[in-house]
C-alpha cells in the first residue's frame, strides 16, 4: 500500500491558487486512473485506487495546510505504514513554473505544510515539488502563494499536472527515473519556448532602457544648446 497526499487548503476560494497545487495534481490522479469517490475520512478527503495489484489511497488534508500533518498522521497510524510509503505532492518556490523535481527527505525549506508533516511522521518521504517560482519581492511570499496562477502560468501548469497524471503509475510502482524522464521529454520543448520568451523579454526591456536614456540624453543637449 502507498499514501499519496497532495498539499493545499480546502474550500473554493482557494481552490485555483498556487498553493493547492497539490489538490489539482491529486484531482487529476484520481480522473485519469478512475479512482473512487472522494470521501471524508482522516480529515481529509480520501479516493482509493490500484495501479496493478498495488493499493494506492490519495489523501487531500482538510486541516488547512498549516495542519497538514495532523491528518496524514491519521493515515499512517490507522494503516501501520512506515513514512517511506508516504510520497507528497507540493508547490516549489524555488523552482521555475512548470518544473518538476523529486527528492526523498530533507527539510521544508519554508514550507508550513511540509513542516507540519515531518513533526508529525517525520522527513523520510518522498516529495514531488512543483515549481510555482517566487516572486521578486521576498515579503510578498504569504500574498503571492494564496493568489492564483496568472492565464500563462496556468496553462503551463494545467500541461505538467495532465503530463504527471498520465505517467503516475511509473511512479506508484517505484521506477523515480522513468517517470522524470517520460515527463522531462514532454516538458523540454515547453520550457525552452518559456526561457526564449524570457529572453526576448529580456531584450526588449534593455532595448526601451537605453531609448529611455538617450531621449534624456538628448532633451539634457537641447536644453543646454538652446
Known amino acids: 500500500m502507498q499514501i499519496i497526499v497532495g498539499l493545499g487548503n480546502p474550500g ?20 485519469y486512473h478512475s479512482f473512487g469517490p472522494w470521501r471524508k475520512k482522516f480529515q481529509s478527503l480520501v479516493s ?5 495489484s498495488k493499493k494506492v489511497i490519495l489523501i487531500k488534508p482538510e486541516t488547512f495546510m498549516n495542519n497538514s500533518g495532523m ?15 508516504l510520497t ?34 517525520g522527513q523520510n518521504y518522498l516529495r514531488l515539488r512543483i515549481g510555482i517560482d517566487r516572486p521578486q519581492n ?10 492564483d496562477f496568472s492565464i500563462k502560468d496556468k496553462n503551463q501548469i494545467d500541461t505538467v499536472i495532465k503530463y504527471i497524471s498520465t505517467y503516475f503509475e511509473k511512479l506508484a510502482n517505484d521506477d523515480q527515473q522513468l517517470f522524470l524522464m ?24 534593455n532595448v526601451r532602457s537605453t531609448q529611455n536614456k538617450l531621449s534624456a540624453l538628448q532633451r539634457l543637449v537641447k536644453k543646454f544648446k538652446s
Do not use: W
Open 182 to 205: 517520460n515527463i522531462n521529454q514532454l516538458l523540454k520543448p515547453i520550457m525552452a519556448d518559456t526561457a526564449s520568451e524570457q529572453i526576448m523579454s529580456g531584450n526588449l526591456s
Open 71 to 85: 491528518a496524514i498522521s491519521e493515515v499512517m497510524n490507522f494503516f501501520k505504514l512506515d513514512v517511506t510509503k
Open 48 to 52: 482509493e485506487g490500484h495501479f496493478n
Open 138 to 147: 521576498t515579503g510578498l511570499v504569504a500574498k503571492y502563494v494564496l493568489s
Open 88 to 121: 507528497v505532492i507540493h508547490d516549489e518556490l524555488d523552482l521555475k513554473v512548470g518544473k518538476i523535481k523529486l527528492k526523498n527527505g530533507g527539510g521544508s525549506a519554508g514550507h508550513n505544510g511540509l513542516k507540519s508533516i515531518d513533526q508529525h511522521v
Open 12 to 31: 473554493k476560494k482557494y481552490k485555483q491558487n498556487r498553493h493547492n497545487v497539490g489538490f489539482q495534481v491529486l484531482n487529476a490522479i484520481c480522473e
